[in-house]
């Protein structure tokens, strides 16, 4: 069964670095999205994207954030200065068409530590 | 905006009970509705999805979860659960106002016992 990838499984990082979450959605999937999730709480929606564009974004989803699909296979997520609060676990998902209309096909996760 | 609430945080059955874990949710137009699993240590995985049609759905594991648009619920149930369902669930909704995007639920850690 096709699978999302995502890497590293765990990183750690020094407040104020900038890290970049690598994922490889499904290869005939055109939908992809970031989401995280912080310890003990729900999982959040923090991207869209589409057409090589933004689609959607959450509040979460600020000026620190950035996505970018750079060679046609690999969806990254950029956090630019990391702070203590964005300590959590970051899935990414893709699909094949709207996700509320296919569903989602969901990655391992990044579990990033800031400290 | 749309909201899904799930009631247990935290279960644990015995091998062989029944189980049935709630979801609620708050949108007042078309939704499209999911459960999630996430066993320790690995990704999210689709039990189940609902879009239309037959209300009552049939997933993966032998998993089922029945919509009830007037209770605007989506409870998950199993008639007998094994050690092999330990994990965390969770609800989910899409909705036509709401994008692509999925609002999760809380989750429900369960732990089956042996």
């Known amino acids: 069964e096709p699978e999302v990838t995502q890497t590293p499984s765990h990183q750690v990082t020094q407040m104020g670095q900038e890290v970049i979450l690598r994922c490889v959605p499904i290869s005939n999937h055109l939908y992809f999205y970031w989401y995280r999730q912080i310890l003990g709480q729900k999982v959040e929606f923090l991207v869209s994207f589409y057409n090589n564009e933004i689609s959607e974004k959450s509040e979460i989803f600020d000026d620190q954030f950035s996505v970018e699909r750079p060679d046609g296979s690999n969806f990254t997520l950029k956090i630019r200065s990391t702070k203590l609060e964005d300590s959590a676990m970051y899935f990414c998902?893709?699909?094949?068409?709207?996700?509320?209309?296919?569903?989602?096909?969901f990655g391992s996760g990044t579990r990033l530590t800031v400290v | 905006a749309q909201s899904v609430s799930q009631h247990n945080h935290h279960v644990i059955l015995s091998e062989a009970a029944s189980l049935e874990l709630g979801c609620n949710y708050s949108?007042?137009?078309?939704?499209?509705l999911f459960w999630y699993v996430q066993y320790p240590g690995q990704h999210l995985q689709l039990l189940l999805k609902y879009f239309s049609g037959d209300p009552l759905v049939k997933g993966i594991k032998g998993f089922e979860a029945e919509f009830i648009k007037s209770k605007f619920s989506f409870n998950l149930r199993k008639p007998s659960v094994q050690w092999s369902d330990t994990a965390e669930y969770f609800c989910a909704v899409t909705s036509t106002g709401g994008g692509n995007k999925l609002t999760f639920g809380t989750g429900t850690q369960l732990k089956v016992e042996l």
């Open positions: 949108y007042g137009g078309t939704v499209n």
């Open positions: 998902a893709s699909s094949p068409g709207p996700g509320g209309n296919y569903g989602y096909t």
